[in-house]
């Protein structure tokens, strides 16, 4: 898959459209993720060397097409210490801006023609630039005018965050290095049959984890007490499992659990085989057990694709034991080059922040959907716009 890119484009005096994802997580007035704005820097700084007027777009939560104060991007505009524009569709400041001045313009999200793919939305937004750039790999699994349409309009890029993104998963999916083995964790199924479907083609070995990993469990007779768990899944679970034998990939799943008799973060935690799960017994964690056994797979493992916690990570060491001893683990073999990790989702990004090992992994995706849908096989509509013809 070839995009359209930056190498050789003369971008010096001209005013660049660069459509980015900052769609962070902000608490109290603060930005607590920087990590979709940190990946995009390397893009303007590049177009700001080459003498590029560069003026930002992007999105904050969901508006639905309202002006919202609290999702508003002043706060971005703040974090990167650039000038902010308080409406994506003003062009008043355009005259004033000279060769590498960046700015930032307030949430495309504030009009409802952006979500909707509107044309016209997006020739409005277009007016007065010369060059499109996306760069915003995590939405352009959707169909914005920001990411679609507005290629009608412009002389359209990608930019250099949504090129790695591209090549790295192609590579995993065309021609990884194994044994590839895929950890898969998170609460719900119906986000990512696909991707099991696709995946149990592509790895040797399939990991589910988490809440996954006890609706697993619970279609194969296996009790699961008081806990999260999608009990009208048996059918869809034993698809894929048949679906895995056939392909010759072999899926674990968890073989214990950490418990409790409360869903709190506080509740004192005990481990138990998965066949000796209590009625009232909540589970909370993947066990000690099975962390063991994960982290023994990476010694022979030569791809890693993770997406997914094994439990309520969020809550901290004891919750989180399993995922953060594998994302410990997985950053020593991936530090060391004995295993090309790529990691993807918000939740599962968050930990390894939380251990401070992000800069450890071979590639982390800034996307939490696109990184699905792509692992899934689809054309993300975004990039499909971009590829070279």
């Known amino acids: 898959m070839k995009l359209r890119n930056l190498d050789g484009v003369n971008v010096r005096g001209k005013y660049v459209l660069l459509r980015t994802d900052f769609n962070v997580q ?17 893009t303007i700084k590049r177009l700001r060397n080459a003498g590029a007027r560069v003026v930002i777009c992007s999105h904050l939560g969901r508006p639905k097409g309202k002006k919202v104060d609290d999702l508003s991007l002043r706060i971005v505009a703040e974090y990167l210490n650039i000038p902010f524009v308080d409406d994506c569709l003003r062009k008043d400041f355009l005259s004033g801006m000279k060769n590498g001045d960046v700015v930032l313009l307030e949430n495309l999200r504030f009009y409802g023609g952006e979500e909707n793919n509107e044309k016209s939305f997006a020739k409005k ?52 290095k194994r044994p590839l083995v895929a950890f898969i964790g998170g609460a719900k199924i119906d986000t990512k049959i696909n991707v099991l479907k696709k995946l149990v083609r592509v790895a040797d070995k399939i990991v589910i984890g988490g809440a996954m990993g006890t609706t697993f469990n619970f279609a194969l007779g296996l009790p699961v007490g008081n806990s999260l768990c999608e009990f009208d899944k048996t059918n869809v679970v034993m698809n894929i499992l048949k679906l895995a034998q056939k392909n010759n990939c072999e899926i674990l799943l968890p073989i214990d659990k950490g418990v409790g008799k409360v869903f709190d ?9 998965a066949g000796q799960i209590a009625d009232d017994d909540v589970i909370m ?17 030569k791809t ?64 939490g959907g696109a990184f699905l849908e792509f692992i899934e096989g689809k054309t993300l509509p975004g990039i499909k716009v971009l590829m070279k013809k």
């Open 26 to 42: 902000i608490v109290d007035g603060q930005i607590t993720d920087s990590f979709r704005i940190d990946s995009v820097m390397k």
């Open 304 to 367: 890693v694709v993770w997406n997914g916690t094994f439990g309520m990570a969020e809550w901290g060491k004891r919750w989180g034991y399993s995922t953060f001893e594998f994302a410990k683990h997985l950053a020593h073999f991936s530090k060391t080059k004995k295993i090309k990790s790529i990691v993807g989702g918000g939740d599962t990004v968050a930990a390894l922040d939380a251990c401070g090992v992000r800069k450890d992994m071979t590639f982390v995706s800034t996307g």
């Open 285 to 301: 964690d993947d066990g000690k057990k099975t962390t063991q056994r994960t982290i023994d797979l990476l010694y022979t493992a």
């Open 125 to 176: 937004l277009a007016d007065g630039f010369d060059i499109y750039v996306n760069d915003a790999f995590a939405v352009s699994h959707r169909k914005a005018a920001s990411i679609v349409a507005i290629t009608k309009y412009l002389p359209s890029y990608a930019g250099d965050l949504l090129e790695s993104e591209v090549e790295n998963l192609s590579a995993l999916l065309k021609s990884p």
């Open 265 to 273: 973060k506080n509740e004192k935690r005990i481990n138990r085989d």
